[in-house]
């Protein structure tokens, strides 16, 4: 019987051991918006002023302070380095980047003058943020680098960091997939109304149709290039978090193979089914609703894709997600909507943040 106690009590012992040395990390992600209408030769046009510039920044720096995440992932952070390095400095983090999208440029000079966007990665110190690397997306972009650029067109990417805990190396995933119009029956029902009304010729209909066709393609694609490209360079069974702006609702394919590759929803395996998580919510987003607006339906130098694009911005979705491979699900302590919250009448990004916490054990 005293043997039996003590190796009852020696396995406990073991199992709280285990249970205290664990971490609870808390991750964001924000696509912060860039403010530009990607217009432009020598500058892209701006949305706002410097001023309110200023203070969507200060916004989201109080949040993220109030939240007090371990790792933040960031979307269209403009201009690189010099957003990330800030944030990261009055944070107290280190930080990676990779820039995504910035004209013709060697080093900070170039046009357009005011863009050098990309995505970050920052951590806590202690956590020791490594950069793992970066995959572009979208093939055909022309030269894209940190240090010297020279394109033309959108590109999009993944980048790649770790971070260590307890001694065991965890990977963290940033990506900003391609927006447009999605691979719903609505659109297509929109424009047959239009073709049907007399409004548009079949010509017209038929360019809406390669148009709309390349477009979820293409988004399609980078997801696909994104998880072979996890597959290859990341560690088998390393514990992976994949977030960012996906630009797919949760019932799209693209994130049927998101999940398909044994991936976890954080937001879906928290919540009820029936909980939307919008991320992007016209109804209460300020900046949605001042400069994503709709075009006039009878301008004929608007295409009817970018008319039904503009239809669709007013749609609310989720498409920012937190995803977690290799852990457990019970593992998944909470996800929660931040950054959803006016503040003097205005919202710190076009986009609501996604908040994830999740619970690492040590390496044995």
């Known amino acids: ?141 022309g030269l894209i680098s940190n240090c010297i650029s020279f394109h033309f067109a959108e590109s999009n990417q993944a980048l790649a960091g770790s971070i260590e805990i307890e001694g065991q190396r965890v990977y963290v995933v940033n990506t900003h997939l391609h927006a447009g119009v999605p691979d719903e029956e609505r659109w297509r029902w929109e424009a047959e109304m239009l073709r049907d009304s007399g409004s548009m010729t079949e010509e017209e209909y038929q360019n809406f149709l390669d148009t709309w066709q390349a477009s979820v393609v293409r988004r399609q694609d980078e997801t696909q290039v994104l998880l072979q490209w996890i597959r290859n360079v990341l560690p088998e069974a390393a514990p992976v978090v994949l977030m960012g702006d996906f630009n797919a609702e949760p019932n799209s394919e693209e994130i049927a193979w998101v999940l398909a590759d044994d991936y976890v929803d954080t937001w879906q395996e928290v919540h009820d089914p029936d909980s939307m998580g919008y991320t992007w919510e016209p109804k209460r987003n300020t900046n949605i609703q001042a400069f994503y607006t709709l075009p006039d339906p009878y301008d004929a130098s608007v295409s009817l894709y970018e008319k039904l694009d503009a239809l669709n911005t007013q749609v609310s979705r989720r498409i920012d997600y937190i995803f977690v491979g290799n852990v457990p699900v019970e593992y998944i302590q909470r996800s929660e909507i931040v950054f959803d919250e006016a503040v003097a009448g205005q919202h710190p990004s076009d986009h609501f943040g996604l908040l994830a916490t999740i619970r690492f054990e040590p390496s044995r």
Request: charged share 25%.
């Open 1 to 141: 019987m005293m043997r039996y106690k003590y190796w009852i009590s020696l396995i406990l012992l073991s199992f709280l051991s285990q249970l205290l040395s664990a971490q609870e990390l808390t991750f964001i992600t924000i696509n912060i918006w860039s403010g530009l209408d990607y217009m432009g030769t020598l500058k892209m046009g701006e949305y706002e002023s410097r001023k309110v510039r200023k203070a969507r920044y200060e916004s989201m720096l109080t949040e993220l302070k109030a939240h007090d995440p371990d790792v933040i992932a960031l979307n269209e952070a403009n201009p690189l380095p010099g957003y990330a390095r800030r944030l990261a400095r009055e944070l107290g983090y280190d930080y990676i980047y990779s820039v995504g999208m910035s004209g013709i440029k060697v080093g900070c000079f170039g046009i357009p003058v005011n863009f050098k966007e990309g995505d970050a990665i920052l951590a806590r110190k202690s956590l020791h943020l490594r950069k793992v690397g970066m995959k572009r997306l979208s093939p055909g972009a």
